[in-house]
């Protein structure tokens, strides 16, 4: 199984982003899907979660500027950032809690990361 992030990149302040997170592999369902982020000096925070069935949570200082969803038929989720700030700067890494069969117990992985950066 694997998470394949993508989307970063160089965005001026104020512009917008969609990061998507295509997860590939022997798959069986998903639980949770989120986006975690981790600026330069700091520890790595939780951004957004999703869970299946759709119940969505942000950290404060995304609210009303990031928006996430998910794709459950093709395994991808989205975290559409908009109105950005610098302080967005960041490696954003997607997870997901996957179940590999019926019955099992869901496997916690992280995709490679991909770079946002804000210039003001």
């Known amino acids: 199984v694997q998470l394949q992030a993508s989307g970063g990149g160089l965005v001026q302040t104020g512009g917008s982003l969609r990061l998507s997170c295509a997860a590939s592999g022997s798959i069986f369902s998903i639980n949770t899907m989120a986006w975690y982020r981790q600026a330069p000096g700091k520890q790595r925070e939780s951004v957004a979660t999703i869970t299946r069935g759709g119940s969505i949570h942000y950290v404060d200082s995304v609210k009303g500027r990031f928006t996430i969803s998910r794709d459950n038929a093709k395994n991808t989720a989205y975290l559409q950032l908009n109105n950005v700030e610098p302080e967005d700067t960041a490696v954003y890494y997607c997870?997901?809690?996957?179940?590999?069969?019926?019955?099992?117990?869901?496997?916690?992985?992280w995709g490679q990361g991909t770079k946002v950066t804000v210039s003001s």
């Open positions: 997870f997901a809690n996957i179940l590999l069969g019926f019955g099992t117990s869901g496997s916690d992985y």
